[in-house]
């Protein structure tokens, strides 16, 4: 049976080193490239290589102006067609640029076919100035639909996060503070050296897509824990007290610059059922509301929520506001943690205003409304 590995990021070289890696230790592997770059002249450039060369070349047409929608409608008939053919063992699908690995991870497996390894490739050297990048994908030639708004650091920041496994490239450039970043950004992925590392078998080594999605969710994300490394510091904020939408949207350009990377999930005071979401990189901010945090829920509603979530609540549970807290991570070179610390006790509410209870707080302003689109 054909196995699937996804290899993706945005630092082109380490990646194809790492898809030039596997082609050469997995006897029967080929490689599927999309290159998105031919976008403008209306179709997806497909190639298929193995480790002698390309195999084949055609063109996948546009689907509704979209480049990487025509990528997901290409892509699950070229592996299908790769199954049958009966000699292929390992079909290595190497992502374009700003191809993000959870999207292309879920058409696999809903497609049915046996997805066995998501890797994301890294630079080390590459890390904190691709996070630092705000630059639009656009700008840059890189991004995948006319409509893409991302960035270039918040890409390279779900790319990284994403996958449970981490290619790393030896690189002359990288030192003890770049390799401490990305091991605090990713402290659970399995970090596989290009030079000497077995890139196959974490390849081949299984994928579970529900458990990757579930790492993700706002509710219950695997967030880096406390660190401090090489010059590098992570800060876990853990708090149960809901913040004042207007002292924290004042303090958000100070708090969105604070750090490399910054996210995790908050609870504002005039929405106190409402999870938000908050994820920074490249010194931009994205909140989005996520769903209503579980203790806001009637008790029928929770045979409808994953266990994975109603786990994740259990193990932070508090007898008067349930799941409600505030819980973000910053991660970065340099971080002052005091002054962090500060800044943000100063947006929650004062005494006299979580003692008013929750009907006030709903009157306070809504400062939020712009960015969550209200």
């Not at 929405?271 to 996520?290: F, I, K, M, Q």
Request: charged share 20%; net charge negative; proline share 6%.
């Amino acid at each position: 049976m054909l196995s699937v590995a996804i290899v993706g990021g945005l630092h082109s070289d380490a990646r194809r080193a790492a898809v030039d890696r596997l082609l050469a230790d997995v006897p029967g592997a080929v490689a599927l490239h999309h290159d998105l770059a031919t976008a403008v002249r209306g179709t997806v450039a497909r190639t298929i290589r193995d480790s002698g060369g390309v195999l084949s070349a055609g063109e996948a047409p546009l689907v509704n102006d979209c480049a990487c929608c025509a990528l997901r409608e290409d892509l699950v008939p070229e592996l299908e067609r790769l199954e049958g053919d009966g000699v292929t063992r390992l079909a290595v699908v190497e992502l374009w640029d700003s191809v993000e690995p959870k999207a292309m991870a879920e058409v696999v497996a809903s497609s049915g076919l046996r997805l066995t390894g998501v890797i994301t490739a890294v630079d080390p050297a590459l890390v904190l100035p691709y996070l630092g990048n705000g630059d639009d994908l656009a700008e840059a030639g890189l991004a995948a639909a006319a409509t893409d708004q991302r960035t270039i650091a918040d890409t390279f920041a779900r790319q990284l996060e994403y996958a449970p496994v981490l290619a790393v490239v030896e690189s002359e450039g990288a030192d003890d503070e770049d390799r401490a970043l990305l091991a605090q950004l990713h402290p659970t992925a399995r970090q596989v050296p290009l030079g000497h590392g077995d890139l196959a078998g974490a390849a081949l080594g299984g994928f579970d897509v529900e458990a990757a999605a579930a790492a993700q969710h706002p509710a219950c994300a695997l967030l880096p824990a406390e660190a401090d490394e090489c010059g590098v510091s992570t800060l876990v904020w853990h708090r149960r007290r809901p913040f004042h939408p207007e002292r924290l949207y004042a303090a958000l350009e100070d708090l969105t610059c604070a750090a490399a990377r910054s996210r995790g999930r908050f609870w504002l005071a005039d929405r106190p059922d409402t999870l938000l979401h908050w994820d920074a990189a490249g010194g931009a901010l994205c909140v989005e509301n996520a769903g209503p945090w579980l203790a806001s829920l009637p008790d029928a509603a929770w045979e409808m929520v994953p266990p994975v979530r109603r786990a994740a609540a259990a193990l932070d549970w508090h007898p008067e506001h349930g799941d409600c807290c505030q819980h973000l991570v910053f991660t970065s070179p340099a971080l002052d943690r005091d002054g962090l610390e500060l800044l943000l006790e100063s947006c929650l509410l004062t005494d006299a205003e979580y003692a008013a209870g929750r009907t006030a707080w709903k009157q306070l302003p809504p400062a939020f409304d712009t960015l969550l689109e209200v």
